[in-house]
């Protein structure tokens, strides 16, 4: 069968291995059947992703059909339409025994610190595994990691009906914790500063664009909010200026996400916490959050066709991480077939 590696950066490759075969009880084998190309897949491929080694077969948002299982495996049957779960964690650190195994002190991500799910098949634990309940568009079944980002994200700030947030960015990030947000009943004003992805941002649930080259974010923010700043921030940007925006728009008892794993430092003083006394929480990943996003997939609360951009056979994953590199603007998600 074959994989997509990424042998060191700017060299891809699809190779030759061998299949999985189920070795322990709760083993799953999915054929894959799509997976969604990542800003962290760009990092692999063009070096810039500090978490990597190399070489990898890359991908971490992928789904599809279970083709075996081991015998002590219940909650799936060969057939069904999955999503995997890309984190594997040690079960018995302190963020691990608090039920917060995303954080695990040795916490490891398919596709980034070990081999992913850009492979035709891959054996999989079952606690990792995440099953439909209806027959759904197996190219779509990728797009269920993104959006449990985004879910992590509105639990970690603790969004509820009726407020108001902003998210910076509207790169697939930041629509898919819209969407989330939207969802719960939040209001919504985004920013970026591409036009076109603002007009995607709008046409897949937020309230308010702002295209802050040419919009004065501050007075939108005052008019979004009758004057009282943000109640909560999500940073989408991740670079240390934006990361002190976010500080400066939340209101008073606000709540700010980050999400960035950049190590430059920003500008920050205390007293603009304080004062205000912010909570900001750092989200990472995903925790447990996939069967409440296949629902939202399947009752269309959430809506990743539309994050759907483009879609390409595996085959040609060079071809599309050209696409994504020259047209960045113009994409939001691109999707490997496996078929
Ligand atoms: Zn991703
Ligand atoms: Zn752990």
Not at 113 to 134: A, C, M, Q
Not at 252 to 262: H, T
Not at 309 to 327: G, H, P, Q, S
Request: proline content about 4%.
């Amino acid at each position: 069968m074959k994989a997509v590696k990424v042998l060191e950066p700017f060299k891809i490759d699809i190779i030759e291995i061998d299949m999985p075969k189920i070795e322990n009880e709760y083993d799953v084998i999915v054929k894959v059947t799509s997976g969604g190309i990542c800003g962290s897949d760009m990092g692999i491929w063009n070096g810039t992703n500090s978490l990597a080694t190399y070489p990898r077969i890359i991908g971490h948002e992928f789904g599809g059909v279970v083709n075996e299982i081991g015998s002590g495996v219940k909650n799936v049957k060969i057939g069904d339409r999955v999503a995997v779960d890309p984190i594997v964690s040690c079960g018995h650190c302190y963020a691990c025994t608090i039920g917060r195994h995303n954080v695990c002190s040795t916490l490891e991500v398919m596709g980034v610190h070990r081999d992913g799910g850009f492979t035709e098949y891959v054996k999989v634990p079952e606690k990792n595994i995440h099953k439909f309940h209806i027959d759904f568009d197996e190219s779509l079944l990728g797009l269920v990691e993104p959006f449990t980002i985004g879910m992590q994200i509105n639990n970690r700030l603790q969004t509820q009906k009726d407020e108001r947030m902003l998210i910076m960015g509207s790169g697939p990030i930041g629509i898919c914790a819209m969407q989330v947000a939207k969802s719960r009943g939040v209001k919504v004003l985004m920013t970026d500063i591409v036009m076109e992805r603002l007009e995607k941002a709008k046409d897949m649930g937020a309230d308010e664009i702002v295209l802050t080259t040419k919009d004065n974010l501050n007075d939108r923010i005052n008019k979004f909010t009758n004057g009282e700043g943000m109640p909560i921030v999500l940073d989408t940007v991740c670079i240390p200026e934006t990361f002190e925006e976010s500080i400066s728009y939340a209101s008073p008892a606000g709540r700010v996400a980050v999400i960035g794993l950049k190590n430059k430092p920003s500008n920050i003083v205390m007293a603009d916490i304080t004062k205000k006394e912010l909570t900001i929480v750092g989200s990472r990943l995903n925790c447990n959050c996939f069967d409440e996003v296949i629902e939202g997939f399947e009752t269309k609360k959430l809506n990743p066709e539309k994050l759907k951009t483009k879609e390409f056979n595996f085959m040609d994953a060079r071809a599309a991480i050209d696409a994504i590199e020259k047209y960045p603007q113009n994409i939001l998600k691109v999707v490997l077939k496996f078929e």
